[in-house]
Protein backbone atom coordinates (compact mmCIF):
# COMPACT_ATOMS: atom_id res chain seq x y z
CA UNK A 1 0.00 0.00 0.00
CA UNK A 2 1.43 3.18 -0.95
CA UNK A 3 2.64 6.03 1.96
CA UNK A 4 -0.22 8.56 0.43
CA UNK A 5 -2.76 6.47 2.01
CA UNK A 6 -1.26 6.56 5.69
CA UNK A 7 -1.42 10.18 5.09
CA UNK A 8 -5.17 10.26 4.91
CA UNK A 9 -5.29 7.66 7.61
CA UNK A 10 -3.48 10.36 9.80
CA UNK A 11 -5.91 13.19 9.16
CA UNK A 12 -9.07 10.73 9.09
CA UNK A 13 -7.46 9.94 12.92
CA UNK A 14 -7.51 13.89 13.72
CA UNK A 15 -11.01 13.90 12.37
CA UNK A 16 -12.43 10.79 14.33
CA UNK A 17 -10.58 12.27 17.32
CA UNK A 18 -12.52 15.67 16.97
CA UNK A 19 -15.30 14.55 16.29
CA UNK A 20 -16.12 12.04 19.12
CA UNK A 21 -13.62 13.54 21.94
CA UNK A 22 -16.42 16.73 22.38
CA UNK A 23 -18.90 14.02 23.42
CA UNK A 24 -16.70 12.39 26.37
CA UNK A 25 -15.57 16.47 27.51
CA UNK A 26 -18.94 18.13 27.38
CA UNK A 27 -19.21 18.74 31.26
CA UNK A 28 -15.87 20.69 31.18
CA UNK A 29 -16.50 22.48 28.23
CA UNK A 30 -20.31 23.50 30.05
CA UNK A 31 -18.87 24.25 33.51
CA UNK A 32 -15.77 26.28 31.45
CA UNK A 33 -18.23 28.59 29.46
CA UNK A 34 -21.26 28.55 32.02
CA UNK A 35 -23.52 26.60 30.69
CA UNK A 36 -25.76 23.67 31.23
CA UNK A 37 -24.58 20.14 30.10
CA UNK A 38 -27.80 19.86 27.81
CA UNK A 39 -27.40 23.03 26.12
CA UNK A 40 -23.62 21.65 25.69
CA UNK A 41 -25.18 19.08 23.75
CA UNK A 42 -25.80 21.45 21.05
CA UNK A 43 -22.06 21.48 20.13
CA UNK A 44 -22.57 18.17 18.81
CA UNK A 45 -25.48 18.68 16.75
CA UNK A 46 -23.14 21.85 15.17
CA UNK A 47 -20.92 19.73 14.10
CA UNK A 48 -23.37 17.01 12.53
CA UNK A 49 -25.21 20.31 10.74
CA UNK A 50 -21.24 21.69 9.44
CA UNK A 51 -20.89 17.81 7.66
CA UNK A 52 -24.41 17.75 6.31
CA UNK A 53 -23.74 21.20 4.33
CA UNK A 54 -20.29 21.18 4.03
CA UNK A 55 -20.26 17.75 2.31
CA UNK A 56 -22.11 18.69 -1.04
CA UNK A 57 -21.09 22.62 -1.21
CA UNK A 58 -17.29 21.95 -0.76
CA UNK A 59 -17.30 19.42 -2.58
CA UNK A 60 -19.50 20.68 -5.87
CA UNK A 61 -17.75 24.03 -5.11
CA UNK A 62 -13.95 22.05 -5.70
CA UNK A 63 -14.99 19.92 -8.19
CA UNK A 64 -12.55 21.17 -10.74
CA UNK A 65 -9.91 22.10 -8.81
CA UNK A 66 -7.02 19.06 -8.69
CA UNK A 67 -7.72 16.52 -5.98
CA UNK A 68 -4.89 17.06 -3.84
CA UNK A 69 -4.74 21.02 -3.39
CA UNK A 70 -8.41 20.01 -2.40
CA UNK A 71 -7.30 17.54 0.29
CA UNK A 72 -5.14 20.00 1.45
CA UNK A 73 -7.07 22.75 2.10
CA UNK A 74 -9.68 20.49 3.40
CA UNK A 75 -7.47 19.30 5.74
CA UNK A 76 -6.50 22.90 6.45
CA UNK A 77 -9.91 24.11 7.37
CA UNK A 78 -10.33 21.88 9.39
CA UNK A 79 -7.56 22.11 11.69
CA UNK A 80 -8.28 26.49 11.41
CA UNK A 81 -11.88 25.18 12.75
CA UNK A 82 -10.36 23.43 15.80
CA UNK A 83 -7.97 26.16 16.30
CA UNK A 84 -10.98 28.83 16.89
CA UNK A 85 -12.61 25.97 19.26
CA UNK A 86 -9.63 26.06 21.23
CA UNK A 87 -9.72 30.29 21.21
CA UNK A 88 -13.63 30.30 21.40
CA UNK A 89 -14.00 33.14 24.13
CA UNK A 90 -18.12 32.55 24.90
CA UNK A 91 -20.59 29.48 23.96
CA UNK A 92 -22.09 30.91 20.88
CA UNK A 93 -18.24 31.18 19.08
CA UNK A 94 -17.71 27.65 19.97
CA UNK A 95 -20.84 26.83 18.12
CA UNK A 96 -20.14 28.41 15.30
CA UNK A 97 -16.31 27.03 15.54
CA UNK A 98 -18.02 23.78 15.65
CA UNK A 99 -20.11 24.51 12.91
CA UNK A 100 -16.91 25.36 10.61
CA UNK A 101 -14.77 22.25 12.14
CA UNK A 102 -17.62 20.05 10.99
CA UNK A 103 -17.69 21.49 7.32
CA UNK A 104 -14.90 19.42 5.60
CA UNK A 105 -15.89 16.46 7.55
CA UNK A 106 -18.08 14.76 4.48
CA UNK A 107 -15.81 16.89 1.63
CA UNK A 108 -12.69 15.27 2.90
CA UNK A 109 -13.78 11.63 3.20
CA UNK A 110 -15.55 11.98 0.02
CA UNK A 111 -12.68 12.96 -2.17
CA UNK A 112 -9.98 10.66 0.18
CA UNK A 113 -11.95 8.07 -0.35
CA UNK A 114 -12.13 8.66 -4.20
CA UNK A 115 -8.03 9.05 -4.26
CA UNK A 116 -7.14 5.98 -2.22
CA UNK A 117 -9.26 3.64 -4.61
CA UNK A 118 -7.38 5.63 -7.35
CA UNK A 119 -4.04 5.17 -5.91
CA UNK A 120 -4.06 1.47 -6.01
CA UNK A 121 -4.93 -1.23 -8.45
CA UNK A 122 -8.63 -1.92 -9.22
CA UNK A 123 -8.62 -4.80 -7.58
CA UNK A 124 -7.08 -3.61 -4.81
CA UNK A 125 -9.84 -0.40 -3.87
CA UNK A 126 -11.91 -1.57 -1.17
CA UNK A 127 -8.82 -2.30 0.91
CA UNK A 128 -7.37 1.06 -0.18
CA UNK A 129 -10.55 2.82 1.33
CA UNK A 130 -10.31 0.71 4.58
CA UNK A 131 -6.80 1.98 5.24
CA UNK A 132 -8.12 5.42 4.96
CA UNK A 133 -10.76 5.16 7.35
CA UNK A 134 -8.80 2.83 9.50
CA UNK A 135 -7.48 6.75 11.21
CA UNK A 136 -11.26 7.06 11.73
CA UNK A 137 -11.49 3.62 14.40
CA UNK A 138 -8.00 4.10 15.41
CA UNK A 139 -8.90 7.29 16.67
CA UNK A 140 -11.74 5.08 18.96
CA UNK A 141 -8.96 3.09 20.79
CA UNK A 142 -6.23 5.78 21.41
CA UNK A 143 -7.27 9.44 20.37
CA UNK A 144 -10.34 9.60 21.98
CA UNK A 145 -10.00 8.36 25.33
CA UNK A 146 -6.32 10.04 25.05
CA UNK A 147 -7.33 13.30 24.48
CA UNK A 148 -10.52 12.89 27.00
CA UNK A 149 -8.05 12.09 29.33
CA UNK A 150 -5.92 14.90 28.81
CA UNK A 151 -8.96 17.29 28.53
CA UNK A 152 -9.68 16.02 31.88
CA UNK A 153 -6.88 16.91 33.44
CA UNK A 154 -5.48 20.16 31.30
CA UNK A 155 -8.67 21.17 30.83
CA UNK A 156 -10.57 21.04 27.56
CA UNK A 157 -9.02 23.61 25.54
CA UNK A 158 -5.40 21.53 25.76
CA UNK A 159 -7.46 18.49 23.77
CA UNK A 160 -8.74 20.84 20.45
CA UNK A 161 -4.77 22.25 20.31
CA UNK A 162 -3.61 18.71 20.26
CA UNK A 163 -5.97 17.78 17.39
CA UNK A 164 -4.33 21.10 15.78
CA UNK A 165 -1.43 19.58 15.92
CA UNK A 166 -2.80 16.09 13.88
CA UNK A 167 -4.01 18.24 12.15
CA UNK A 168 -1.28 19.92 10.74
CA UNK A 169 0.55 17.13 10.46
CA UNK A 170 -2.13 15.53 8.50
CA UNK A 171 -1.74 18.85 6.05
CA UNK A 172 1.91 18.09 5.74
CA UNK A 173 1.52 14.31 5.26
CA UNK A 174 -1.20 14.36 2.32
CA UNK A 175 1.17 17.69 0.75
CA UNK A 176 4.08 15.45 0.81
CA UNK A 177 2.84 12.05 0.13
CA UNK A 178 0.12 12.58 -1.97
CA UNK A 179 0.35 12.73 -5.66
CA UNK A 180 -0.93 14.73 -8.03
CA UNK A 181 -4.49 13.94 -8.56
CA UNK A 182 -6.24 15.79 -11.16
CA UNK A 183 -9.73 16.19 -11.61
CA UNK A 184 -12.14 13.56 -13.67
CA UNK A 185 -12.35 14.66 -17.31
CA UNK A 186 -15.35 16.81 -17.40
CA UNK A 187 -15.86 17.15 -13.48
CA UNK A 188 -18.06 19.98 -12.55
CA UNK A 189 -21.31 20.41 -10.46
CA UNK A 190 -24.00 19.38 -13.54
CA UNK A 191 -21.64 15.78 -13.92
CA UNK A 192 -21.48 15.64 -10.23
CA UNK A 193 -24.94 16.11 -10.02
CA UNK A 194 -26.34 13.48 -13.13
CA UNK A 195 -24.58 10.84 -10.92
CA UNK A 196 -27.84 10.94 -8.81
CA UNK A 197 -30.06 9.66 -11.54
CA UNK A 198 -28.78 6.73 -10.82
CA UNK A 199 -31.17 4.16 -8.82
CA UNK A 200 -28.36 2.36 -7.42
CA UNK A 201 -26.88 4.74 -5.98
CA UNK A 202 -29.92 5.93 -4.19
CA UNK A 203 -30.58 2.14 -2.92
CA UNK A 204 -26.93 2.22 -2.37
CA UNK A 205 -27.26 5.43 -0.12
CA UNK A 206 -30.65 3.74 1.07
CA UNK A 207 -28.65 0.59 2.54
CA UNK A 208 -26.24 3.46 4.79
CA UNK A 209 -29.54 5.44 6.42
CA UNK A 210 -31.35 2.53 7.53
CA UNK A 211 -29.21 -0.12 7.77
CA UNK A 212 -26.32 1.80 9.90
CA UNK A 213 -28.98 3.56 11.93
CA UNK A 214 -29.12 0.59 13.69
CA UNK A 215 -25.52 0.68 14.81
CA UNK A 216 -26.15 4.57 16.15
CA UNK A 217 -29.54 3.59 17.81
CA UNK A 218 -27.33 0.95 19.87
CA UNK A 219 -24.35 3.28 20.16
CA UNK A 220 -26.34 6.61 21.61
CA UNK A 221 -27.64 4.56 24.58
CA UNK A 222 -24.30 2.03 24.86
CA UNK A 223 -23.05 3.52 27.79
CA UNK A 224 -26.31 4.09 30.04
CA UNK A 225 -27.23 0.38 28.57
CA UNK A 226 -23.74 -1.03 30.25
CA UNK A 227 -24.15 1.03 33.61
CA UNK A 228 -27.53 -0.02 34.28
CA UNK A 229 -28.16 -3.24 32.79
CA UNK A 230 -24.52 -4.64 32.40
CA UNK A 231 -23.44 -3.52 35.64
CA UNK A 232 -20.22 -1.51 34.80
CA UNK A 233 -19.48 1.68 36.85
CA UNK A 234 -18.71 5.12 35.46
CA UNK A 235 -14.96 4.36 34.94
CA UNK A 236 -15.01 1.31 33.37
CA UNK A 237 -17.09 2.35 30.51
CA UNK A 238 -13.82 3.95 28.88
CA UNK A 239 -12.36 0.83 28.85
CA UNK A 240 -15.35 -0.88 26.90
CA UNK A 241 -15.87 1.48 24.11
CA UNK A 242 -12.13 1.24 23.66
CA UNK A 243 -12.76 -2.50 23.22
CA UNK A 244 -15.82 -1.18 20.70
CA UNK A 245 -13.08 0.42 18.62
CA UNK A 246 -11.11 -2.50 18.68
CA UNK A 247 -14.26 -4.51 16.92
CA UNK A 248 -14.75 -1.10 14.48
CA UNK A 249 -10.93 -1.39 13.69
CA UNK A 250 -11.17 -5.21 12.91
CA UNK A 251 -14.74 -4.48 10.77
CA UNK A 252 -12.99 -2.07 8.98
CA UNK A 253 -9.97 -4.33 7.63
CA UNK A 254 -12.13 -7.03 7.33
CA UNK A 255 -14.73 -5.17 5.17
CA UNK A 256 -11.65 -3.95 3.17
CA UNK A 257 -10.43 -6.85 2.28
CA UNK A 258 -14.09 -8.87 1.45
CA UNK A 259 -15.27 -6.18 -0.55
CA UNK A 260 -12.48 -6.61 -2.89
CA UNK A 261 -13.29 -10.30 -3.36
CA UNK A 262 -17.02 -10.14 -3.26
CA UNK A 263 -18.31 -6.45 -3.00
CA UNK A 264 -22.17 -7.16 -3.01
CA UNK A 265 -22.19 -10.57 -0.71
CA UNK A 266 -19.83 -8.77 1.92
CA UNK A 267 -22.63 -5.48 2.14
CA UNK A 268 -25.32 -8.32 2.43
CA UNK A 269 -23.36 -10.34 5.20
CA UNK A 270 -21.86 -7.32 7.08
CA UNK A 271 -25.86 -5.98 7.49
CA UNK A 272 -27.45 -9.47 8.67
CA UNK A 273 -24.14 -9.72 10.93
CA UNK A 274 -24.67 -6.19 12.72
CA UNK A 275 -28.68 -7.32 13.13
CA UNK A 276 -27.90 -10.41 14.76
CA UNK A 277 -24.91 -9.08 17.17
CA UNK A 278 -27.94 -6.03 18.00
CA UNK A 279 -30.50 -8.97 18.55
CA UNK A 280 -27.61 -10.63 20.61
CA UNK A 281 -26.95 -7.78 22.40
CA UNK A 282 -30.15 -7.60 23.92
CA UNK A 283 -29.45 -10.69 25.78
CA UNK A 284 -25.66 -10.86 26.67
CA UNK A 285 -26.23 -6.89 27.82
CA UNK A 286 -26.86 -8.12 31.61
CA UNK A 287 -23.51 -10.11 32.25
CA UNK A 288 -20.39 -7.83 32.21
CA UNK A 289 -18.26 -10.19 30.26
CA UNK A 290 -20.91 -11.49 27.43
CA UNK A 291 -21.60 -7.38 27.28
CA UNK A 292 -17.98 -6.69 26.62
CA UNK A 293 -17.51 -9.55 23.87
CA UNK A 294 -20.84 -8.42 21.92
CA UNK A 295 -19.52 -4.68 22.13
CA UNK A 296 -16.81 -5.94 20.17
CA UNK A 297 -18.88 -7.80 17.86
CA UNK A 298 -20.87 -5.11 17.38
CA UNK A 299 -18.28 -2.36 16.44
CA UNK A 300 -16.62 -5.47 14.12
CA UNK A 301 -19.66 -6.07 12.39
CA UNK A 302 -21.40 -2.49 12.34
CA UNK A 303 -17.74 -0.57 10.52
CA UNK A 304 -17.65 -4.11 8.02
CA UNK A 305 -20.41 -1.97 6.29
CA UNK A 306 -18.05 1.29 5.86
CA UNK A 307 -15.45 0.52 3.18
CA UNK A 308 -18.16 -1.99 1.62
CA UNK A 309 -21.09 0.59 0.80
CA UNK A 310 -18.41 3.46 0.40
CA UNK A 311 -16.62 1.51 -2.35
CA UNK A 312 -19.97 0.89 -3.69
CA UNK A 313 -21.15 3.91 -3.86
CA UNK A 314 -17.68 5.25 -5.93
CA UNK A 315 -18.26 1.89 -8.49
CA UNK A 316 -22.07 3.31 -9.47
CA UNK A 317 -21.24 6.86 -9.44
CA UNK A 318 -17.41 6.02 -11.45
CA UNK A 319 -18.08 9.21 -14.02
CA UNK A 320 -17.82 11.66 -11.36
CA UNK A 321 -17.79 9.96 -8.00
CA UNK A 322 -17.11 12.69 -5.87
CA UNK A 323 -19.95 13.92 -4.15
CA UNK A 324 -21.82 10.82 -4.71
CA UNK A 325 -19.15 9.48 -2.19
CA UNK A 326 -18.96 12.79 -0.01
CA UNK A 327 -23.13 12.15 0.07
CA UNK A 328 -21.93 8.39 1.97
CA UNK A 329 -20.50 10.67 5.08
CA UNK A 330 -24.32 12.76 5.02
CA UNK A 331 -26.21 9.64 4.95
CA UNK A 332 -24.37 8.11 7.96
CA UNK A 333 -25.15 11.37 9.74
CA UNK A 334 -28.88 11.00 8.82
CA UNK A 335 -28.64 7.40 10.18
CA UNK A 336 -27.00 8.83 13.42
CA UNK A 337 -30.02 10.90 13.95
CA UNK A 338 -32.59 8.41 12.96
CA UNK A 339 -31.48 5.61 14.91
CA UNK A 340 -30.96 8.13 17.70
CA UNK A 341 -34.58 8.93 17.70
CA UNK A 342 -36.32 5.60 17.31
CA UNK A 343 -33.88 4.94 20.40
CA UNK A 344 -35.22 7.68 22.18
CA UNK A 345 -38.96 6.81 21.18
CA UNK A 346 -38.29 3.21 22.57
CA UNK A 347 -37.47 4.73 26.40
CA UNK A 348 -39.70 6.78 26.61
CA UNK A 349 -42.35 4.57 25.63
CA UNK A 350 -41.08 2.76 28.85
CA UNK A 351 -39.46 0.01 26.91
CA UNK A 352 -36.32 -0.20 28.82
CA UNK A 353 -32.31 0.44 28.36
CA UNK A 354 -31.78 -2.91 25.93
CA UNK A 355 -34.92 -1.91 23.72
CA UNK A 356 -32.21 0.47 21.67
CA UNK A 357 -30.27 -2.54 20.50
CA UNK A 358 -33.92 -4.32 19.48
CA UNK A 359 -34.61 -1.09 17.43
CA UNK A 360 -31.17 -0.96 15.97
CA UNK A 361 -31.46 -5.31 15.24
CA UNK A 362 -34.73 -4.28 13.45
CA UNK A 363 -32.93 -1.54 11.56
CA UNK A 364 -30.19 -3.45 10.55
CA UNK A 365 -32.01 -6.49 9.19
CA UNK A 366 -33.79 -3.33 6.89
CA UNK A 367 -30.90 -2.32 5.68
CA UNK A 368 -30.15 -6.12 4.70
CA UNK A 369 -33.19 -6.10 3.14
CA UNK A 370 -32.60 -3.02 0.93
CA UNK A 371 -28.91 -4.36 0.00
CA UNK A 372 -30.15 -7.76 -0.84
CA UNK A 373 -32.71 -5.86 -3.15
CA UNK A 374 -30.27 -3.74 -4.55
CA UNK A 375 -27.90 -6.93 -6.13
CA UNK A 376 -31.17 -8.00 -7.24
CA UNK A 377 -31.77 -5.30 -9.44
CA UNK A 378 -27.60 -4.60 -10.32
CA UNK A 379 -27.72 -8.53 -11.28
CA UNK A 380 -30.62 -7.67 -13.85
CA UNK A 381 -28.88 -4.56 -15.00
CA UNK A 382 -26.72 -4.32 -18.50
CA UNK A 383 -24.28 -2.09 -17.14
CA UNK A 384 -23.71 -4.27 -14.64
CA UNK A 385 -23.22 -7.41 -16.89
CA UNK A 386 -20.49 -4.95 -19.09
CA UNK A 387 -19.13 -3.71 -15.92
CA UNK A 388 -18.24 -7.64 -14.57
CA UNK A 389 -17.06 -8.54 -18.02
CA UNK A 390 -15.00 -5.91 -17.75
CA UNK A 391 -13.35 -6.98 -14.81
CA UNK A 392 -13.13 -10.15 -16.27
CA UNK A 393 -11.14 -9.26 -19.04
CA UNK A 394 -8.68 -7.06 -16.79
CA UNK A 395 -7.90 -9.76 -14.46
CA UNK A 396 -7.29 -12.15 -17.59
CA UNK A 397 -4.76 -9.21 -18.99
CA UNK A 398 -3.13 -9.22 -15.26
CA UNK A 399 -2.46 -12.81 -15.69
CA UNK A 400 -1.21 -12.61 -18.91
CA UNK A 401 1.24 -9.69 -17.82
CA UNK A 402 2.43 -12.06 -15.21
Known amino acids: MPLA ?12 TTEFTAMGLLPQIAHGLGVDEPRAGWLISMYALGVVIGAPLLTAAAAKLPRKAVLVGLVGLFTLGNLL ?40 RARAVSV ?19 GQRLGWRAAMLVVVVI ?7 VARLVPQLPSHPGAGIRSELRTFRSGQLWLALGTVVFGCAGLFSCYTYITPTLTHVSGFADGSVTLILALFGVGMTLGNAIGGYAADRALRPSICAAFLAMAAALALFAVTAHARWSAAV ?12 VPTVQ ?11 TLASATVQGAFNAANALGAWLSSVALGAGLGWTSPTLVGAGLSLLGFVIAVASWAVDRRTPVAV ?17
Not at 167 to 173: M, R
Open 167 to 173: GLLGALA
Open 85 to 124: CALAPNFAFLAAARLITGLPHGAFFGAGAVAAAELVAPHL
Open 386 to 402: ADRLAVAVAVEERAVAV
Open 294 to 305: TVVLIGTAGFAT
Open 132 to 150: MFSGLTVANIVGVPAATLL
Open 311 to 321: TLVIQKARKAP
Open 5 to 16: LVALAVTAFAIG
